[in-house]
C-alpha cells in the first residue's frame, strides 16, 4: 500500500521522504490555507522534493475553468495530479485533462457509485472520505471495501486512495481491505511506529543494560 502524506507542510514531507515513507503528497484548499503559502509556491516546493503523485486541488466550479486551472497546476511539475471535485463538470474536467495523459484525482467521494462514474470518467485516483463518513455514523470503510470490489470486478485500474484517514486503525482496515494507497497527516503516518509494549521493553532493556557497565562505542 502507497502512503501519500495529507499536507503542504514542507519540513514534515522532507522528514518523512528521507525515511522513503512519502510515495506522494495530497492537498487541498484548507490545507493551502493552512500552510500559509501560495498555491503555486508551496506545490512547486512540494514537487521538488517527493518525485511520486503530487494532488494539487482546483478551486473553480464549472468544468472548463477547472479543465483551464488544472492545465496551468499540471505545468508546475511532471508529478503534478490535478484534484477535482465529484461533481458533474469535475467529472467533465477529468474526462478531458485525463485524456490529455494528465494525472486526476476525483475527491469529495462518498459512495460507490461516485466512485464507478468517476473510475468511467478516466480518473487515476478516487478518494473515499473515511474519517467524514465516520463522522455521521456511516461506515467509511466499508465504502472503501465496496469500490475495491466493484473495481476488481470489472478490472478498473483507478486507484483507491483512501482519504480523511486520521487514525491508526484507519490505517490497519485500509490495508486489509485493499486499499491502494491512504493519505494521511504526518503525525498519523509517524504513529504507526508506536507501541506501549515497545516503548516498555525498550526501558527495561536500557535499566539492565545500565547495569552491566559496558559500552558498545
Ligand atoms: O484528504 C482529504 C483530507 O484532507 C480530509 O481530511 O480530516 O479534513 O476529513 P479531514
Redesign the pocket.
Known amino acids: 500500500m502507497k502512503f501519500f502524506i ?1 499536507t503542504a507542510d514542507v519540513e514534515a514531507i522532507a522528514e518523512l521522504n528521507d525515511l522513503g515513507m512519502v510515495d506522494g503528497v ?1 492537498t ?1 484548499p ?2 493551502i490555507l493552512k500552510s500559509g503559502k501560495n498555491i503555486l509556491d508551496v506545490t512547486r516546493e512540494i514537487c521538488s522534493i517527493v518525485s511520486g503523485p503530487v494532488s494539487a486541488e482546483v478551486v473553480a466550479t464549472t468544468a472548463d475553468d477547472m479543465i483551464a486551472e488544472g492545465r496551468k497546476l499540471a505545468q508546475i511539475a511532471s508529478n503534478i495530479t490535478v484534484k477535482v471535485p465529484l461533481t458533474w463538470d469535475g467529472l467533465k474536467a477529468c474526462k478531458v485533462l485525463s485524456s490529455e495523459g494528465k494525472m486526476v484525482n476525483v475527491t469529495l467521494c462518498f459512495s460507490a457509485n461516485q466512485a464507478l462514474i468517476a473510475a468511467k470518467a478516466g480518473a487515476t485516483f478516487i ?1 473515499p ?1 473515511v ?2 463518513l465516520d463522522d455521521i455514523n456511516m461506515d467509511g470503510m466499508e465504502l472503501i471495501a465496496d469500490i475495491r470490489q466493484i473495481y476488481d470486478n470489472y478490472g478498473y485500474d483507478t486507484q483507491i486512495l483512501a ?2 484517514v ?1 487514525t491508526v486503525n484507519h490505517v490497519t482496515q485500509c490495508a486489509l481491505v485493499g486499499a491502494d494507497v491512504i ?1 494521511a497527516p504526518p503525525a498519523v503516518i509517524k504513529a504507526l511506529a508506536s507501541h506501549p509494549l515497545t516503548d516498555k521493553g525498550l526501558e527495561q532493556f536500557m535499566k539492565d543494560w545500565a547495569k552491566t557497565g559496558q559500552n558498545i562505542l
Do not use: E, V
Open positions: 495529507d495530497t487541498n484548507s490545507i478518494s472520505f474519517g467524514r482519504a480523511s486520521r493519505t
